[in-house]
């Protein structure tokens, strides 16, 4: 059984998991055209797009995430 204290952190802790990988999902969704999700997906199965994501907006959005999680720290 968990403490009133251990159901609040790991709730919090849930939801910061949650709006992280949300936030993740859109920044690689943020392209040329904007916002889109559906895009996104195009992109990842078509097969020259698919370098676009994996070598531009897949290490952008990872490192804004960890310089996010780095400030957090510290």
Do not use: F, K, Y
Not at 16 to 38: F, P
């Amino acid at each position: 059984m968990r403490t009133p204290d251990q159901q609040r952190r790991w709730r919090l802790a849930s939801r910061l998991a949650t709006w992280s990988l949300v936030l993740v999902v859109a920044g690689l969704a943020a392209g040329s055209d904007g916002w889109s999700v559906r895009a996104l997906c195009d992109t990842l199965l078509g097969g020259d797009a698919a370098l676009i994501v994996g070598e531009i907006r897949a290490p952008r959005t990872l490192g804004a995430w960890l310089a996010g999680a780095l400030l957090g720290l510290s």
